[in-house]
């Protein structure tokens, strides 16, 4: 089942705009990841926010957490044509077993030059 | 390039065979993750091991069985294959746990 869930699914804007995606989860998590996917590649991995952090930045990305309400978001300023790509949170479990992730459906991000 | 290669990056056979694909994980990453990308299913997490031993299963069929080997590379095997099972399957590595994975580029797998 899918836990994280994306929104909005496809997103477009002009090369040089921000572009903010949000992500929602169900059960308690030890972190959150957001991934980058080009079509037909593999994922690449953008940045890992811890459930005791709030905020985090790598670059042109910013990341927030809200485990009260179970949410996150993913800022990308000054996007690029490069940006172009869908992106996806995921999260893990609390329990000791299960350490794969579990991902959303995906943001589509399109920037128009 | 993140490290982690699979092989083949393409395989097309039919319904009722058996395949295999290969994963090297990066270099020093104990952990191999195998996770199945479909249109109708997303990104769903099918196996996690650990230096060798099974550590976590997710939604992984029981036609489908993997392992990790003393070098670290690992196998799944899709067995009894069904046109559903069409689909990209990606293998990630990690140093260890909730740690950030590398993904390879994936096996695209077609069944006719």
């Known amino acids: 089942s899918q836990q994280g869930e994306e929104d909005p699914q496809a997103l477009s804007i002009q090369e040089g705009e921000n572009a903010t995606m949000n992500c929602s989860y169900k059960?308690?998590?030890?972190?959150l990841q957001w991934y980058r996917q080009n079509s037909g590649r593999g994922l690449v991995h953008l940045i890992l926010?811890?459930?005791?952090?709030r905020e985090k930045h790598s670059g042109r990305l910013r990341v927030t957490l809200d485990t009260s309400k179970k949410s996150s978001s993913l800022l990308i300023t000054a996007s690029r044509a490069a940006d172009t790509a869908s992106y996806f949170c995921?999260?893990?479990?609390?329990?000791?077993?299960?350490?794969?992730?579990?991902f959303g459906k995906g943001t589509h991000l399109i920037i128009q030059p | 390039d993140s490290g982690v290669t699979q092989t083949p990056k393409h395989l097309i056979t039919a319904t009722g065979q058996r395949v295999t694909l290969r994963c090297s994980p990066r270099?020093?990453?104990?952990?191999v993750y195998w996770y199945q990308q479909s249109l109708d299913q997303g990104l769903q997490f099918l196996i996690q091991y650990y230096n060798g031993e099974e550590r976590a299963k997710g939604n992984i069929l029981e036609r489908f069985s993997a392992q990790q080997f003393p070098d670290l590379h690992s196998e799944l095997n899709l067995s009894s294959l069904e046109l559903g099972d069409s689909a990209l399957y990606f293998c990630a590595s990690s140093v260890s746990y909730n740690q950030p994975q590398h993904f390879g580029d994936g096996t695209r797998l077609s069944i006719l």
């Open positions: 926010i811890r459930s005791n952090e």
């Open positions: 059960t308690s998590i030890n972190n």
């Open positions: 995921a999260t893990d479990g609390t329990g000791g077993g299960a350490d794969g992730l579990t």
């Open positions: 270099s020093g990453d104990l952990s």
